[in-house]
Each structure stands twice: as C-alpha cells, then as structure tokens.
C-alpha cells in the first residue's frame, strides 16, 4: 500500500533534516511545521559560524526559519550584550539558556522595530533556539542582497531612509541596534531592510551610547568612502541622541 504523498514528504524533509540538524532542532522543526508555521522546506540559505538559516513556504508566503547552533555559538559575545538588558536579568549561564534567551531577544527585538512601521522582517515565532520571520527578497525566492554588495542609484536618498529608521528605532522604540553595518543593511525597492537584532539593546544598557555611536561611525564610513558623500557624523549623532545620549 502506497503512502500518503503528504507522509513521504515528511519522509523526505526528515531525511534532509538529518544531514544538517542535531534531534532536537528536527523535533522543533516538525513542531513548527504541526502549527502551520510552515509548510515545506525549501532550501539553506545561509550557514554561518553561529547560524543557519532556511528557506521555507507558508500559506502566507515565503519565510525563513533561523536556526542559532547551540555547541557552536559565541557565548562570551552573547553575554556581552545579554548582561546588561534588564529583560534577561535571570537567565542560566549554560550554553543553551544562553543560546535561548539569544533566540528569544532576537524575536522581541525585531517586534519592537516591526510595530513601529520599520523596514524589518516581520517576526513570525520562536522556540528554543529557532526564530522563524519574513523572507526579504522576491516571490522567487532570491534574496534581498546586503548594501556591500549593491550600486547604489541615489545614495543620499537611501543613507537619509536609513537614518530616520534608525532615529526612529532609538527615540520611538528605545532601541539601539548595536551591530549596523553594510552587512545587515539589506536592499530591496531601492530600499533600506535592516536585519539581525539579536544583539540589539535597549536604551538602559550600560554600552548603549557606545553601541549607538558605533552603528552610526559604521554606517557614515560606508558612505563616505564608497559614495564620496558629505556627512558629519558627528551631527547626525547629536540630533538622533538629542535628550538621550547628549545634553
């Protein structure tokens, strides 16, 4: 007697599920899968040092599932930006409880900057160490390329779209990304698509100023040196920190 075509499916998706990912990731996979978070895999996307991350369909669309390995990950960096958020006062120091609220802190960053009308991937859902968002790219599966890798056709009117999100991200939503560069700069429509919040801290962090001004000397160096653009960063700075950071 023939299987189910939706059962040899599964079959099938475990067998690639096995090549790549420990028991538990594949367990939470199908956990994932049960919930109609999505429905099938389609392909690696990306694997990292501390990451993969999966192409998959949903009924609403294209999605990507981000996967933090456990055994892999830099925890003292985790930490780093973990110790002084106040919403993670009382996790673990194990690998896994560190790695979780990692996880965790990505998924509720990214709502923070979702809700306030941010060009971000809309976060979907999260369990352990997997968060599942919004695919950046087009309907064929292509992904949104980083800014690094992309001509710009008017660098000032995206620099100037990047920054007021940024200001947007700190002043409204009390959050400083902490790791902006021209890597988890995404460009889509001529568009700014800002990515990767794990790390990002809010307001009350003791390294927040560090971290805020960080983002913007990265973001300014880029253009300055590849677009030959006139920008003080140090303008910038006090009118997005204005009554934050800076008197």
């Given at each position: ?151 710009l056709e008017n ?33 889509k429509d001529n568009?700014p698509y800002i ?53």
């Amino acid at each position: 007697m023939a299987l189910p075509k939706r059962r040899l499916k599964t079959q099938e998706e475990r067998k690639i599920y096995e090549k790549i990912f420990d028991n538990l990731t594949i367990q939470d996979l199908f956990k994932l899968k049960a919930k109609r978070i999505y429905e099938s895999y389609i392909r690696l996307i990306n694997e990292g040092k501390e990451s993969k991350v999966l192409l998959v369909s949903s009924d609403e669309g294209l999605r990507v599932i981000k996967i933090y390995k456990v055994e892999a990950s830099n925890f003292k960096r985790m930490w780093y930006y973990l110790e002084g958020d106040e919403r993670f006062r009382r996790i673990g120091k194990g690998k896994r409880d560190v790695v979780y609220a990692w996880c965790k802190k990505e998924y509720h960053n990214l709502e923070i900057a979702y809700n306030l009308g941010l060009n971000v991937p809309k976060p979907i859902y999260f369990i352990r160490n997997l968060v599942v968002m919004e695919f950046i790219g087009d309907a064929e599966g292509k992904e949104a390329p980083q800014l690094r890798r992309v001509r710009l056709e008017n660098p000032e009117e995206f620099f100037k779209n990047l920054m007021n999100q940024i200001k947007k991200l700190v002043r409204e939503g009390k959050l400083v990304h902490a790791d902006l560069s021209e890597f988890n700069v995404l460009v889509k429509d001529n568009k700014p698509y800002i990515v990767d919040f794990a790390q990002a801290t809010l307001l009350s962090h003791p390294r927040a100023k560090e971290f805020f001004e960080r983002d913007i000397n990265n973001i300014t160096h880029y253009f300055k040196k590849y677009y030959d653009l006139d920008i003080d960063s140090d303008m910038i700075k006090k009118e997005i920190g204005r009554g934050i950071f800076y008197v």
